[in-house]
Nanobody
């Protein structure tokens, strides 16, 4: 079992930057977290992958954020960071952190990111 705590959302103007943080805690069971990442969901839209990083450092990104977003991870602290640059209004959504532990995917509560002038 894993609890995820997110922080860093907010309101930013187009072209601005935000950093999201996700920390995994209350890990119950042996083993380590395999992958961490973010999905996002805009009103009326399906939840979609934004970025993902494995414990080995392999990453993948949605095409819409490549070159603008960077995901990183501190395995020792079970923390993942999402640096979001050159933000666009279409990046507005609730961003959900997730982590895969012992083949189970856990989700955070979500944090709102709004890109607007």
């Amino acid at each position: 079992q894993v609890q995820l705590v997110e922080s860093g959302g907010g309101l930013v103007q187009p072209g601005g930057s935000l950093r999201l943080s996700c920390r995994a805690s209350r890990i119950i069971g042996s083993g380590s977290i395999y992958a961490m990442g973010w999905h996002r969901q805009a009103p009326g839209q399906q939840r979609e992958l934004v970025a993902r990083i494995t414990s080995g450092g392999s990453t993948n990104y949605a095409d819409s954020v490549k070159g603008r977003f960077t995901i990183s991870r501190d395995n020792a602290k079970n923390t993942a960071l999402l640096e979001m640059n050159s933000l666009k209004p279409e990046d507005t959504a609730v961003y959900y952190c997730n982590a895969v532990f012992r083949s189970v995917t856990y989700w955070g509560q979500g944090t709102q990111v709004t890109v607007s002038s």
